[in-house]
């Protein structure tokens, strides 16, 4: 079934709205605030978004330019996502979220004219287009959480955490090749229920291995924002528990994963 890039976009943009609500509680200040994200400050959470939002505008526009960018920032190693936190560290708070907007509106632009079946560059990957706006949206996502986590803001989760918790299904061999581990052949079952309520099931029914819980755990897993022991998933099987250990929905290296102890179970 081909994604509905009219859906998806939309769903963007309205995670991006969340954003710009939580910015627009902050003071200048308040960017220099740490993130649970080691060494991390609110400004850094804000300048990676909108660094891959240049980035991803354009890997649409001159993939090859895009290609080039790439290879000067993968000269940096593993590291090259706190390189680019340095380098925009002295950013006036203002400018910062201008470029965030700026760039955020040019991209879900661009986005909107794109086939969702159209061929796109990333960092050390190709991805459909409809692929692409789903991985933004798990950014945002992220990162909005840890921005979110930071000051204090809750909002009530979303069916829109259906594109992540797939993604984070999706990753299964991803995960396992990130950490030079072999992919295993059995699939893992896994059952998320919704914010609204609705069940939502990958794998086979019949897997020996499992996870079953809230999708807002699951996505505060996959993208590492959670460490599993303080959320309410059921985790069954070797298979599955060694996945659940490493999984990562996002490109790029190994995530640093969260040590337990930083939230109470269940807390947004």
């Not at 240049?54 to 290879?71: N, Q």
């Amino acid at each position: 079934m081909t994604a509905d890039m009219a859906v998806l976009v939309r769903d963007l943009g309205a995670e991006s709205e969340v954003v710009q609500q939580m910015l627009g509680g902050l003071e200048p200040a308040d960017y220099d605030r740490a993130t649970p994200a080691d060494g991390w400050a609110i400004r850094d959470q804000l300048s990676h978004l909108a660094y891959f939002d240049t980035m991803e505008i354009l890997a649409i526009a001159e993939p090859e330019r895009f290609l080039a960018a790439t290879d000067e920032l993968l000269e940096h190693g593993n590291s090259f996502v706190d390189e680019i936190a340095k380098k925009y560290s002295h950013m006036p708070a203002g400018d910062l979220r201008e470029w965030f907007t700026t760039t955020r509106t040019r991209l879900i632009a661009a986005f909107s004219a794109l086939n969702p079946r159209t061929r796109l560059p990333w960092v050390g990957l190709e991805m459909s287009a409809a692929s692409a706006v789903s991985a933004r949206l798990m950014e945002t996502w992220a990162h909005g959480q840890d921005i979110a986590d930071t000051i204090g803001f809750v909002s009530e989760p979303t069916e829109r955490l259906r594109h992540i918790a797939h993604l984070g299904v999706s990753s299964f061999a991803f995960s396992h090749r990130l950490h030079g581990i072999e992919v295993p052949q059995a699939a893992v079952r896994v059952e998320l229920v919704s914010p609204a309520g609705a069940v939502w099931r990958w794998g086979p029914e019949r897997s020996a291995d499992s996870v079953e819980g809230s999708a807002l755990d699951f996505c505060m897993v996959a993208t590492q924002r959670r460490n599993l022991a303080e959320t309410g998933l059921a985790v069954h099987g070797l298979i599955a528990s060694r996945w659940m250990s490493i999984v990562q929905a996002y490109a790029g290296p190994p995530g640093r994963g969260r040590e337990p102890g930083g939230f109470r179970r269940g807390q947004r």
